[in-house]
Antibody, heavy 120, light 107 residues
Framework: QVQLVQSGGEVKKPGASVKVSCKAS????????ISWVRQAPGQGLEWMGW????????NYAQKLQGRVTMTTDTSTRTAYMELRSLRSDDTAVYYC?????????????WGQGTLVTVSS | DIQMTQSPSSLSASVGDRVTITCRAS??????LNWYQQKAGKAPKLLIY???SLQSGVPSRFSGSGSGTDFTLTITSLQPEDFATYYC?????????FGQGTKLEIK
């Protein structure tokens, strides 16, 4: 069965960086993209970006350009999301999701979420 | 960016009711529209993809319709486990924007 297992919660100070991992199992890792979605406390879902594990191509939300980097390690079937220059409004639960499909895509499996708290 | 607007933002209903949630896109997105259910403290769950295709394992009381800019999610005969927040999401073009969510509460 498809599973995405994320790393544990993090507490960071403003200005620091965080790197969240997402380990995939149950499918061929290079056949589906991975998207990252975050959710601030009590708020809705915000798509952060996408990576193709086969080509390493990425597409980031414009508001995060320059602060976010998404990578994958195909040998360990793990995706990573690094966010730099953290601010208090980056406090959120961060999810990875399998981005299934070609021309038509949807997020059919999700990780359990990683809470990142940014506080001085 | 394509803006997605859901209505209503919240909704009270009773077990057994039929409810409809609407989602409007700021420009045409063909049928590139997905619906997710999220329960408190949990990751979202895919319900409907490509406007009307039911994800495997999702009960048939959930259905989706629409194309272009206007879409609906319908739940017939609400069950206790259906009380949650629902999000639409467009996959027509990046960024893959979500609606603001509709919270479905027990009346």
């Amino acid at each position: 069965q498809v599973q995405l297992v994320q790393s544990g919660g993090e507490v960071k100070k403003p200005g620091a960086s965080v790197k969240v991992s997402c380990k995939a199992s149950g499918y061929t890792f290079t056949t589906c993209g991975i998207s990252w979605v975050r959710q601030a406390p009590g708020q809705g879902l915000e798509w952060m970006g996408w990576i193709n594990p086969y080509t390493a191509n990425t597409n980031y939300a414009q508001k995060l350009q320059g602060r976010v980097t998404m990578t994958t390690d195909t040998s360990t079937r793990t995706a990573y999301m690094e966010l730099r220059s953290l601010r208090s409004d980056d406090t959120a639960v961060y999810y990875c999701a399998r981005d299934y499909g070609g021309a038509i895509t949807y997020f059919d499996y999700w990780g359990q979420g990683t809470l990142v708290t940014v506080s001085s | 960016d394509i803006q997605m607007t859901q209505s209503p933002s919240s909704l009270s209903a009773s077990v057994g009711d039929r409810v409809t949630i609407t989602c409007r896109a700021s420009q045409t997105i063909s049928r590139y529209l997905n619906w997710y259910q999220q329960k408190a403290g949990k990751a979202p769950k895919l319900l409907i993809y490509v406007a009307s295709s039911l994800q495997s394992g999702v009960p048939s009381r959930f259905s989706g319709s629409g194309s272009g800019t206007d879409f609906t999610l319908t739940i017939t005969s609400l069950q206790p486990e259906d009380f949650a927040t629902y999000y639409c999401q467009q996959s027509y073009s990046p960024p893959r924007t979500f609606g603001q969510g509709t919270k479905l509460e027990i009346k």
